[in-house]
């Protein structure tokens, strides 16, 4: 199946859109950037999308939906966020054959429609909090574009809340962080950085934004998710004020958050191989596959009677398992397909391993095969998952860890990312222009500043100024 498969190696770019295309998970649309998703790449969405709605739900969010289409008058009202968006925005000008009053925008993200409406919902403190997400699709204008990663529509959820003080939107943001963090790293088996975005690179109309920031395996940065602190700025803009319990008006506090169908990008990139994906067994749309072995019609119909044993016993246990029974196909050409697929654990089932009650057992992390008792591969299914699932997450953080350097001078990080790729962490003054000098000369950017201010270590890796900041640059999706 990975015949043609370019090596990671030596065409990263075109590994990934191979692997996405051989894999079955996604292919380009009939207009420019857009993309179809298929079903095995729509299956580890779904799985994803659990994790994180099982977590919002438990923290007390509730899911609503809001229209497609915004009013342009209505985007337009706070000006810093249509500024930044500005140039990605979609406008409806027609509709019914007719030229439309008021230009409509496809939502690029929908503060804008959501704080309108919570400007009729609030009225009191006692009205607050509001805590709700939505899943929907959002579109983009984009120049160039890749499946998954970057495209003019994709998936997402988008959290929208608001609250009486300063101190609790404050929370609200950071518990969102803390839970990206865990669906990445715990979930996808993803490490990730937790920490603050530099002014330059923040969400427009936010206060502050706090990132996750994982390593692929071509070294380069992925933005997995954000939570945005958005203060009193969208508030203000769409006049949502309370009367509060002393019986004064004020201005609501707000957050936005948002994980999109890029992680699913993400989650190929940060594992993949040359020969194919690797995925955790925790999204893995299939986490164990019996591929059955016979020549004869007798050897299909003993081995197929146990493979489906083997499989009803494994789903009892809530392993999501196929059997592949599929005649027109060789018993090597399935292993290949499979694991290009990426598929955890690869269960072999010929007429000796019936006789002798047992399975040839293979995980993808390590590609070792195990004779196992039958009774034995069912009953301990849930731990050889949970160690690939735990071989996934210490893989990817030994190779995070070994391509994250310490610097302390501009020519070491330029040098450096030109070279090596991977994060580089230097002291920063907090100066835009010292930003701006590192990104045009190297085209990284500060990916992430720590949660807390941390000693930076030295002075300004360009200005030689005192440091304030410690600063991790990198080359980013």
């Excluded at 292919?27 to 799985?47: C, D, F, M, T």
């Excluded at 009191?124 to 998954?148: A, G, H, I």
């Excluded at 330059?200 to 997995?224: V, Y």
């Amino acid at each position: 199946m990975s015949k043609g498969l370019p090596k990671q190696s030596e065409d990263f770019p075109g590994w990934y859109q191979e692997v996405v295309k051989q894999a079955g998970m996604a292919e380009h649309g009939s207009a420019r950037g857009s993309q179809v998703i298929k079903p095995y790449g729509y299956a580890l969405w779904e799985n994803m999308q659990r994790a994180l709605d099982d977590r919002f739900k438990a923290t007390g969010h509730e899911n609503l939906m809001f229209p497609l289409l915004i009013p342009y008058s209505v985007l337009a009202r706070e000006e810093e966020h249509l500024e930044g968006f500005s140039a990605e925005v979609w406008t409806v000008t027609q509709g019914g054959g007719k030229e439309l009053e008021e230009p409509l925008a496809i939502r690029p993200t929908s503060e804008a429609t959501i704080w309108s409406a919570y400007s009729n919902w609030i009225q009191s403190y006692r009205d607050l909090p509001l805590l709700y997400n939505q899943w929907c699709n959002v579109m983009r204008y984009e120049l160039r574009t890749r499946l998954f990663l970057r495209t003019s529509e994709f998936l997402w959820q988008e959290g929208h809340t608001a609250h009486a003080t300063r101190d609790e939107a404050w929370e609200e943001a950071l518990q969102m962080l803390e839970i990206y963090r865990e669906v990445a790293e715990d979930i996808l088996c993803v490490p990730v950085l937790a920490g603050r975005k530099s002014e330059a690179q923040r969400f427009p109309g936010a206060d502050e934004t706090f990132p996750i920031e994982g390593m692929m395996r071509d070294k380069r940065a992925l933005q997995c998710g954000t939570s945005h602190f958005l203060g009193q700025n969208f508030s203000k803009a769409y006049d949502v004020k309370f009367l509060t319990d002393q019986g004064e008006q004020e201005y609501a506090w707000g957050t936005s958050w948002g994980w999109s169908t890029r992680m699913v990008g993400g989650t190929v990139m940060a594992h993949g191989d040359d020969k194919g994906l690797r995925l955790p067994p925790a999204v893995a749309p299939t986490q164990a596959v019996i591929v059955p072995i016979y020549k004869t019609d007798d050897e299909r119909t003993r081995v197929l009677e146990v493979a489906t044993k083997i499989k009803d016993g494994l789903v009892g246990n809530g392993v999501r398992v196929k059997v592949d029974d599929r005649d027109q196909h060789r018993p090597g050409f399935k292993f290949a397909e499979w694991e290009l697929k990426g598929v955890p654990v690869r269960m072999e089932l010929g007429p000796r391993d019936v006789e002798a009650d047992h399975v040839v057992m293979v995980d993808r992390v390590t590609g070792e095969k195990r004779t196992v008792a039958t009774d034995s591969a069912i009953a301990d299914m849930a731990s050889v998952l949970n160690a690939v699932q735990k071989a996934l997450r210490d893989d990817a953080t030994a190779f995070r860890d070994a391509n994250t350097h310490e610097a302390a001078t501009f020519d070491e990080v330029r040098e450096g990312v030109a070279a090596e790729g991977g994060f580089w962490i230097t002291p920063w003054c907090g100066d835009a222009q010292c930003e701006e000098k590192v990104s045009a000369e190297t085209s990284a950017s500060i990916r992430v500043l720590p949660l807390e201010r941390e000693d930076p270590g030295g002075p300004c890796l360009v200005c030689g100024n005192p440091g304030t900041e410690r600063a991790t640059w990198a080359k980013a999706y």
